[in-house]
């Protein structure tokens, strides 16, 4: 066998996940690998010992038995924004609840007000630290949502943001429209105008820069007939849906996510067994934060429960400046084993093939012929150090697109 001349050969991998079934398990582990990549995507993998001997590369990497995983797919942040909520932080340790910060014009409002303030580049240099941090830390794709500026402009604002440091940027960003996060500051007394703000002005502004429309469908933000109404005019637009549901209370939003065919549903933390059936029937992904519940001091979300429901899992970050700044999927994977009752396998695989089928991208989270070739070399043996080690510092390198970043 001759393979064509390739960009990267990694030999002498301790073990390999590849997420691809042929190699056996949930996360078809191959021992002693090697892989191939030429150009931006994966051309061969295997064991080391059937590597052809004349595959030519431009740069060689000798793994010494180090594991490598695909890079992690974050599937849910909120990772552009302004300003810190710290002494929120304080607060809700002290014994505030969310309900209570955010009647009293703090949590998302605050960040709105520091978001408004920002000027483009403002946000842009804010923002590539946290987005760098991710990527050096195993993160290659990340969704990263709109949703702090609840008018026009600051929504665009947003956007344009995500789309300048996408560019900026090794690591892929997908950007969401969340301009129904909750209703902004100026329309408290007036719902039905902001619903109409953001079917109308907003999203015609935002949808050309948008490939999903996000609704937070909870007791604190929309309900149930406003999200489908929100989730419509999107759709007419072109966008993808994906819906914060079920995450303070059970108000129904993980069924609507089943009816609606959406690509994910997360949070679910309140969802019940009638709706995740639901949501394995529809093929909806079920995205887990348990970042969120950890910084709330809240219940986590029973992941075992979900898995075990038929539902496909991920795990993300959820990176935000009040309920999980958070910005390394390690951590949250070992949260995920510990605190939802996911294996170390599953967690991973969470990560990574399932973020990516939460993002609707069939490309990555899977190290196989043909898929991008993102990936980590960790300096571990085992991929299972990466819940066992939850501190981030694990890898040694991260590929993106078969290059080293």
Known sequence: MTLAPASLVISHIGELVTNDPTHGGLLGVIEDAAIVASGDRVVWVGPTSELPDDT??????????????PGFVDAHTHAVFAGDRADEFAMRMAGASYEDILASGGGIYSTVRATREATLQDLVSASVPRIDHMLVSGTTTAEVKSGYGLDVETEMQMLEAIVAIDDITPIDLVPTFLGAHVVGPEYKDRRSEYVDLVMGPMLERAAPLARFIDVFCDDAAFTIDETRAIVSAGRNRGLDVRLHVDQLSRSGGTALAAELGATSADHVDHASDEDLAALALAGTVAVLLPGVSYAMRSAPPDGRKVWDAGVTVAIATDCNPGTAYVETMSFVISLAVV???????EALWAATKGGALALGL?????????????????DAPSHRHISYRPDGALPLEVIKRGSLV
């Open 339 to 345: 605190t939802s009752g996911l294996t170390p396998d």
């Open 362 to 378: 069939t490309d990555r989270g899977v190290l196989a012929p043909g898929m991008l070739a993102d990936m980590v070399i960790l």
């Open 56 to 69: 030519d590369a431009i740069q060689r990497i000798d793994a010494a038995g180090a594991a490598v995983v």
